[in-house]
């Protein structure tokens, strides 16, 4: 199941570049546009909030105590204002993190990557592993041996699909199709690029390589012959 996150602004073009970009990096994204519609989704429990403080009908501070009220859903206010005063109303108030507009986009990435790790989903921890290859599925943190690495949410999604079938050969448009949908041609170089990331985490301390390339056809997990 992909990581639910609700984007909660009324501007049409940040939902809009939030929503791409969460999408593409393999987030599942809902939006409100208002405080009453806010509380109406974070009712379904999203694994996360990115949540603008200046909101029609009610504003962010008023959400962010009600959801708090009854539930633990980690929330990143994402807003214009950047006085102390206003940073310190946020977080005590009940919001996670704070990150004042405008942003760099791997900054939200990053800060959303770390509260999740900070409040796994419940009842879904499992560990996977393949030779000494292991990933935690709650932590969403991934180990060779006693070394471990971070994955951004795509590399996850690509890697976890990976140990889900190990051995198998996974052609190219099946890992297309999978981990990025139908948004991309087929001469998109996007799995290539994304196969390259994990290889360069899985093997960064000298480790043999896991990710195997099968010519003509795709990609498989499992380990060299000597």
């Not at 704070?98 to 409040?119: G, M």
């Not at 994990?198 to 480790?207: D, I, P, Q, Y």
């Amino acid at each position: 199941m992909r990581t639910r996150i609700l984007v909660v602004d009324d501007d049409t073009k940040i939902t809009s570049m939030l929503k791409r970009a969460l999408t593409y990096e393999g987030y599942e994204v809902e939006v409100a546009t208002n405080g009453t519609q806010a509380l109406a989704l974070a009712a379904g429990k999203p694994d996360l909030i990115i949540l603008d403080i200046m909101l029609p009908v009610m504003d962010g501070l008023a959400v962010c105590r009600q959801i708090r009220a009854s539930s633990d859903i980690p929330i990143l206010m994402l807003t214009a204002r950047d006085d102390t005063a206003d940073r310190v109303l946020g977080l005590d108030t009940g919001a996670d993190d704070y990150l004042v507009k405008p942003f760099a986009l791997e900054e939200l990435l990053a800060r959303i990557r770390a509260l999740l790790r900070r409040h796994p989903r419940e009842n879904e921890a499992e560990v996977l592993q393949y030779g000494d290859l292991t990933l935690n599925t709650a932590t969403r943190e991934g180990f060779r041996g006693q070394r471990s690495f971070t994955l951004t949410a795509k590399e996850y999604e690509l890697l976890l699909y990976f140990l889900q079938n190990p051995q198998r050969v996974l052609t190219r448009d099946e890992l297309m199709a999978r981990i990025w949908g139908f948004d991309f041609s087929g001469e998109s170089n996007v799995l290539e690029v994304y196969i390259g990331y994990l290889r360069s985490k899985l093997e960064a301390g000298g480790e043999p390589r896991l990710i195997q390339t099968v010519r003509g056809v795709g990609y498989a997990l499992k380990e060299q012959r000597s």
